[in-house]
């Protein structure tokens, strides 16, 4: 099913758990194993990276594609996060008549939970804190991105209000 063609003396089965409710119209169970995999190795100056992985006898497979389109919907599900609480500052800011007053994304889902915000949303999909600026006027709603670093290219930001 998944492709992964490994000899049986590559693969230790560690555990295995029946599920009480089957997955589909069969019994399932979820299966704790031990599978020996190749890695290659680059060093571009940052130190020891793993660039491809092999399993069995399969052709190598390049992590870097991997990695970049999990980034990528990662960063997609953070703008998505930050536009339901851009949303939800929007209703609170038409109530009150000024947006959240605060450094502090921690105080932003405090005053917007659970009226204005269904879900506390505090970290990113990286589970790096989501960043709130917040005066009377305008807002910023920020992600450190995937580096987890501030003022990077792979930074995530949204700014209120929105433009008319």
């Known amino acids: 099913m998944t492709g992964i063609d490994?000899?049986?003396?590559?693969?230790?089965i560690q555990q295995v758990n029946p599920l009480p409710l089957p997955l589909a119209s069969r019994a399932?169970?979820?299966?704790v194993a031990w599978i020996r995999i190749n890695?290659?190795?680059v060093n571009e100056g940052k130190?020891?990276?793993?660039?491809?992985l092999r399993t069995g006898n399969r052709d190598w497979?390049?992590?870097?594609?991997?990695?970049?389109?999990?980034?990528?919907r990662k960063a997609a599900q953070a703008r998505t996060d930050m536009e339901t609480m851009s949303q939800a500052l929007e209703r609170y800011r038409r109530e009150r008549g000024f947006y959240?007053?605060?450094?502090?994304?921690?105080v932003l889902i405090?005053?917007?939970?659970?009226?204005?915000?269904?879900?506390?949303?505090?970290?990113?999909?990286?589970?790096?804190?989501?960043?709130?600026?917040?005066?009377?006027?305008?807002?910023t709603l920020h992600s450190a991105g995937a580096d987890g670093k501030d003022?990077?290219?792979?930074?995530?930001?949204?700014?209120?209000?929105?433009?008319?």
């Open 39 to 41: 890695a290659r190795l």
């Open 110 to 139: 405090d005053h917007l939970n659970p009226r204005y915000l269904a879900k506390i949303i505090r970290i990113d999909p990286w589970s790096h804190p989501y960043k709130y600026e917040g005066q009377r006027d305008r807002f």
């Open 47 to 52: 130190g020891w990276q793993v660039s491809e």
């Open 100 to 106: 959240v007053v605060s450094d502090s994304q921690a």
């Open 28 to 31: 399932s169970a979820v299966v």
């Open 61 to 72: 497979f390049k992590l870097q594609p991997l990695v970049t389109a999990l980034n990528e």
């Open 6 to 12: 490994v000899p049986s003396d590559a693969v230790r």
């Open 151 to 164: 003022l990077t290219a792979d930074d995530i930001q949204m700014s209120g209000p929105p433009a008319h």
